[in-house]
C-alpha cells in the first residue's frame, strides 16, 4: 500500500492502525484531540482509550484531515455513527476520488436508518466500499489474544487487500460478500448486550444469557432477511460471534450499560458512568420503530425499548422473553409458511 489512513483515534481505530503499522505500512492517524495526537507521536501510546499499549512509530497521529487522507488509496473509518457522515464529508474532500474506503463504525444513521456503507456509498459513488465487523474487543486485540474479523464488500480487491493489510498471527481476517448482512449484525448485537448485562446485573445466571443469545440471534436473522440481508449471515462472525463475546463481557460498552441499567441507573447516568459511546442505545430505538413499521416480531428489542425509553420496569424485560416461547426454535432456518404459523 502506498498510504494508509485510520479515521477515529478510539480503542479500535488504534489498534488498527497499529496491525497495519506493524506490518510494515507507515498510517497517517487522524484524531479529533491535538493532546491525544501529541500523546501517539511523542509517547506512541494512547493513554485515554488504550493505556500501556505501544504504538509503532509509523503510526503517525495528525489533526489534519488533508494530511491523513491526501493520496491514501485505504481509507479505515472508525468513528461514532452520530458523526459518521460529517467526518466522510471531510475524507472525501481530500481523498482519492479512486480510494477504498472502509467502514469499522458498528451502528445505523437516525433518521435515515442508514447503514454506514450506505453513508459512504453516497458521500463517495465513485470509491469502493467494504465493512470491517466482528467480536473484535480492542483490548483483547492489544494484548494479542487469537481474534477473528470479517471484511465485507463486493469488490474483490478490496477483500483481498484488507486481508493483506491486517495480517498477523493473532489477527484473523475471514471475507464475506453480504456487506449488509454483516454490518447488521455487528449494529443489532449493541442492543442484545444491553440486556445480556441488564440480566445479569439483576441475578440472572448462565442458562438466561444462553436464552437471550440465541433468542436475539433469531431476532437478528428475521429483522436481517426482512431488510434484505442472508440470514445466513447471522451464523458467523459478525453474527453470532459479535454477539456472543459482548453479551457475556464488562469490556462490551454496551453490557456495562445494561449493567448500570440493572443496578438502578437512569439511562443518562448509565452513560456518564460508562463515558464513552454506546451505540446501541440509539440503535435500540431506530430499530424498535423500523421493525414495527416493517411487522417484525422482536420481543426483545421492544422489551428494551419500554424500560429505557418508556420508564418501564425492568421485570418486563423478563416477560418479553415468555412472549416468543410457541416461536420456532431456529426460526431464520424455516420456511416462510412456518413463520407466518409460529404462534
Known amino acids: 500500500m502506498s498510504k494508509?489512513?485510520?479515521i477515529g483515534g478510539g480503542s479500535f481505530g488504534t489498534v488498527v492502525a497499529n496491525i497495519i503499522a506493524l506490518n510494515g505500512h507507515d498510517v497517517q492517524f487522524w484524531m479529533r484531540s491535538g493532546e491525544l495526537v501529541n500523546q501517539v507521536n511523542?509517547?506512541?501510546?494512547?493513554?485515554?482509550?488504550?493505556?500501556?499499549?505501544?504504538?509503532s512509530k509509523q503510526v503517525v497521529a495528525t489533526e489534519s484531515m488533508a494530511e491523513a487522507v491526501t493520496g491514501a488509496n485505504l481509507i479505515f473509518v472508525a468513528v461514532p455513527s452520530s458523526s459518521f457522515r460529517e467526518v466522510v464529508k471531510q475524507v472525501v474532500s481530500f481523498?482519492?476520488?479512486?480510494?477504498?474506503l472502509i467502514s469499522t463504525t458498528k451502528g445505523i444513521e437516525p433518521d435515515s436508518f442508514k447503514l454506514m456503507s450506505q453513508i459512504l456509498s453516497e458521500e463517495s459513488p465513485g470509491s469502493k466500499i467494504g465493512v470491517l465487523s466482528g467480536p473484535n474487543l480492542a483490548k483483547e486485540i492489544a494484548?494479542?489474544?487469537?481474534?477473528?474479523?470479517?471484511?465485507?464488500?463486493?469488490?474483490?480487491?478490496?477483500?483481498?487487500s484488507v486481508k493483506e493489510i491486517l495480517r498477523s498471527e493473532t489477527f484473523r481476517v475471514y471475507t464475506n460478500d453480504d456487506m449488509f448482512g454483516i454490518e447488521l449484525g455487528g449494529s443489532l448485537k449493541n442492543i442484545y448486550a444491553i440486556i445480556a448485562?441488564?440480566?445479569?446485573?439483576?441475578?440472572?445466571?448462565?442458562?438466561?444469557?444462553?436464552?437471550?443469545?440465541?433468542?436475539?440471534?433469531?431476532?437478528?436473522?428475521?429483522?436481517?432477511?426482512?431488510?434484505?440481508?442472508?440470514?445466513?449471515?447471522?451464523?458467523?462472525?459478525?453474527g453470532v460471534g459479535d454477539l456472543v463475546v459482548t453479551c457475556s463481557t464488562p469490556l462490551s460498552r454496551n453490557y456495562r450499560i445494561g449493567q448500570a441499567l440493572g443496578a438502578g441507573c437512569s439511562i443518562e447516568e448509565a452513560i456518564a458512568e460508562v463515558g464513552q459511546v454506546a451505540e446501541g442505545v440509539n440503535t435500540v430505538k431506530l430499530v424498535k420503530v423500523k421493525a414495527d413499521e416493517l411487522?417484525?416480531?422482536m420481543p426483545l428489542v421492544s422489551g428494551l425499548y419500554r424500560i429505557i425509553y418508556e420508564n418501564q420496569p425492568i421485570k418486563n424485560i423478563l416477560s418479553s422473553l415468555t412472549l416468543s416461547e410457541e416461536a420456532l426454535d431456529v426460526e431464520f432456518a424455516a420456511t416462510d409458511e412456518k413463520i407466518l404459523n409460529r404462534n
Open 295 to 297: 411487522n417484525v416480531y
Open 95 to 100: 481523498a482519492p476520488t479512486d480510494s477504498m
Open 4 to 6: 494508509t489512513a485510520v
Open 143 to 160: 494484548t494479542k489474544h487469537p481474534t477473528g474479523t470479517v471484511i465485507a464488500s463486493n469488490f474483490v480487491e478490496i477483500r483481498e
Open 197 to 238: 448485562g441488564l440480566a445479569a446485573s439483576i441475578g440472572m445466571g448462565h442458562n438466561t444469557n444462553s436464552m437471550l443469545v440465541t433468542r436475539a440471534l433469531a431476532e437478528m436473522a428475521r429483522f436481517g432477511r426482512e431488510l434484505g440481508a442472508d440470514p445466513m449471515t447471522f451464523l458467523g462472525l459478525a
Open 42 to 55: 511523542q509517547l506512541h501510546e494512547n493513554k485515554q482509550y488504550l493505556p500501556g499499549y505501544a504504538l
